[in-house]
């Protein structure tokens, strides 16, 4: 599998992938 | 007054700093990078310049803005730097994320980014093969910083007030 990173665009959907990741964890450990 | 330099002074110069290290690391993975491989395949090559006298300014800033970066936003945690690095209190989860990040980023910048780029650069002396790895291992922290920013400025935009409460209730 290609390294996303190896993109620029592909770098940046990564991180909006773990930017919306990330907002759901926060919420959770701020109880819900 | 005390209050005036912390979380007046403290915060504009943490913003400042952050602005000149992510802005600095955005132009060399959406411009450098790409002007880079370009150069190179000009015949003949183009690209001297920039690294001689393009890259080591921009590095430079680059990698002391993140110094300041980090130590204003120890300074304006304060006393309350465990709560958010802790995760102890919950109005300080979205701020401990996102300094996490920066923490991480901030050691990508030091640890693999710089003692790397010295290698490319030839500011130290490396074989062709070192100076092949070095790219590839300075690019991924660089690519991966770009990455991080994003979760990291979002977590710092909404950790605060009438942000914070927009977005985690």
């Known amino acids: 599998m290609k390294n996303p990173l190896d993109s620029l665009w592909g770098t940046v959907i ?6 919306v990741v990330l907002y759901f964890l926060a919420k959770s450990m701020m109880g819900g | 007054m005390g209050d005036f330099i912390v979380y007046g002074l403290g915060r504009w ?3 400042l700093a952050g602005v000149m290290w992510i802005g600095l ?3 060399f993975n959406f ?5 880079m491989k370009a150069a190179a395949a000009d015949q003949p090559p183009t690209g001297a310049g920039i690294t001689k006298h393009v890259a080591p300014r921009a590095l430079f800033f680059f990698r002391w ?5 980090v130590l204003a936003g120890a300074m304006i945690l304060g006393e309350r730097i465990d709560d958010a690095l802790l995760f102890k209190e919950r109005a300080y989860v979205p701020i401990g994320i996102g300094a996490w990040l920066g923490l991480i980023m901030f050691f990508n910048v030091w640890v693999l980014i710089w003692p790397n780029q010295k290698k490319i650069l030839g500011i130290v002396p490396a ?11 300075a690019f991924l922290a660089s690519r991966t910083n770009v990455m ?11 950790s605060g007030g009438i942000f914070r409460r927009a977005l985690f209730g």
């Open chain 2, 31 to 35: 411009v450098q990078v790409d002007a």
């Open chain 2, 127 to 137: 074989t062709d093969e070192e100076k092949a790895k070095a790219r590839r291992v």
């Open chain 2, 25 to 27: 690391l955005y132009y």
């Open chain 2, 148 to 158: 991080l920013s994003m979760p990291m400025l979002f977590m710092m935009v909404a």
């Open chain 2, 65 to 69: 803005a993140a110094v300041v970066t």
């Open chain 1, 14 to 19: 990564s991180g909006l992938v773990l930017t």
């Open chain 2, 13 to 15: 110069l943490h913003i």
